[in-house]
């Protein structure tokens, strides 16, 4: 396992002091979102793309994981598809230029806003499930091509419904980029009796775990169990990125102490040989 950190939380836009901070911290891994130069990472150009390599090389750095937004947005229609895969032809840009092929994305399903009555039951839902298929699959096609290994986050969405899609989907490339603090409390039934059986089904289908700042340090109400999941996590032999995306919850605290501290408790939870 390694772990990361996106940068676009901790220090606003600028991308070279949040650099010099994660290798200040002997961190090897970044995964870029947003606010580099100012843009998001699809939409950097190559000569932004060329800089930004260079500021990794300077400091040893190397990108875990390109998490973008493609296809986060619910059944769109065919102007937005089209805009989805012109953002697809920038992230293969920045996969080529930083030497990253793991790319975040999602599929075209993101109920909440508006068809909230339907979240959690894409599974139950040939109708819709077809929908997605057939929109995502131009987008997919373009990914293998590429070479890229999508990972689909379960945000917005259920654990079960990223499973269902995937193997609606097909192909053994396809993962999960689990947020365990979206699925924790939702996924309450699935963990039941036997929480570790949980953790490791999850841990077989994933390419990148997403650890919220908030519900990751100890001695709060809402902490999630790191100190339990990343020991059942390590023993699967999971060895894809462990990504802390900041979100602080201790507003006395500045983005940069916050981070660290999660840090620091990812090293206290993960085994020493993993």
């Known amino acids: 396992m390694k772990i990361s950190i996106f940068t676009d939380e901790f220090k606003n836009d600028d991308i070279v002091e949040a650099l010099d901070i994660i290798q ?3 961190m ?9 130069f100012g843009k998001a990472i699809h939409a950097l150009d190559d000569a932004e793309l060329k800089k930004l390599r260079a500021l990794l090389d300077e400091r040893g750095l190397r990108v875990a994981c390109i998490e ?8 769109p229609d065919e102007t937005r598809q089209r805009e989805e895969t012109e953002k697809l032809e920038g992230i293969i840009r920045a996969a080529d230029a930083l030497d990253c092929r793991l790319v975040r994305s999602f599929f075209y399903w993101q ?21 997605a298929l ?28 990223v499973k269902a899609f995937i193997n609606a989907l097909g192909g053994d490339d396809l993962g999960l980029a689990w947020d365990v603090r979206n699925g924790w409390d939702w996924d309450v039934d699935l963990r039941g009796d036997d929480e570790a059986a949980y953790i490791r089904d999850l841990t077989r289908l994933t390419h990148v775990i997403h650890v919220k700042g908030y519900g990751a340090l100890p001695g709060r109400q809402d ?3 790191y100190d339990r999941i990343l020991p059942v996590v390590a023993a699967e032999g999971f060895d894809g990125p462990i990504s802390i995306e900041t979100h602080n919850s201790k507003p006395e605290i500045d983005n940069v102490k916050f981070s660290k501290q999660v840090l620091d408790h990812l090293h206290e ?4 040989k993993s």
């Not at 090897?28 to 580099?36: L, P």
């Not at 973008?68 to 059944?75: E, T």
């Not at 508006?114 to 139950?124: I, K, N, P, R, V």
């Open 24 to 26: 200040s911290w002997d």
């Open 28 to 36: 090897q891994w970044v995964d870029f979102r947003n606010r580099i």
């Open 68 to 75: 973008s937004s493609l296809a986060k947005v619910h059944l």
């Open 111 to 131: 109920p909440k806003k508006e068809a909230a009555d339907e979240m959690g039951t894409l599974h139950e839902r040939p109708d819709r499930m077809q929908q």
């Open 134 to 161: 057939s929109m995502f699959e131009p987008l997919v096609a373009r990914a293998r091509e590429a070479g890229l290994t999508l990972a689909f986050e379960n945000c917005g969405v259920a654990t079960w419904e």
């Open 223 to 225: 902490y999630i169990p």
């Open 269 to 272: 939870c993960i085994p020493a």
